[in-house]
């Protein structure tokens, strides 16, 4: 799927690990709010780590979201969430 690893995907694109607070919650708020998504994890996935790592200049942030307008966000608190939505 091309969608994986691009800054330009045609849906919104969660990379994730399953144990990180912040992941937990950015999958709660897309569920919450029936915002369809693809969830990408990390664990034993060289080819996301990487990706996430060159998108974050080296850093493995996660949850790192990225949006078809080519936005990211990188570990968002909820507020930083519904406010990425509040168009919808």
Not at 42 to 47: D, M, S, V, Y
Not at 48 to 73: H, Q, W, Y
Not at 81 to 86: N, Q, V
Request: glycine share 4%.
């Amino acid at each position: 799927m091309n969608d994986l690893y691009t800054t330009a995907p045609t849906q919104i694109v969660m990379y994730t690990t399953e144990y990180c607070p912040d992941c937990i919650r950015a999958k709660r708020f897309f569920e919450a709010n029936q915002i369809p998504h693809l969830r990408v994890g990390l664990e034993g996935n060289a080819e996301a780590t990487e990706f996430v790592m060159k998108v974050n200049r080296g850093c493995k942030s996660v949850p790192t979201i990225i949006f078809p307008d080519g936005s990211i966000l990188v570990e968002p608190n909820w507020e930083e969430l519904k406010a990425k939505f509040a168009y919808a």
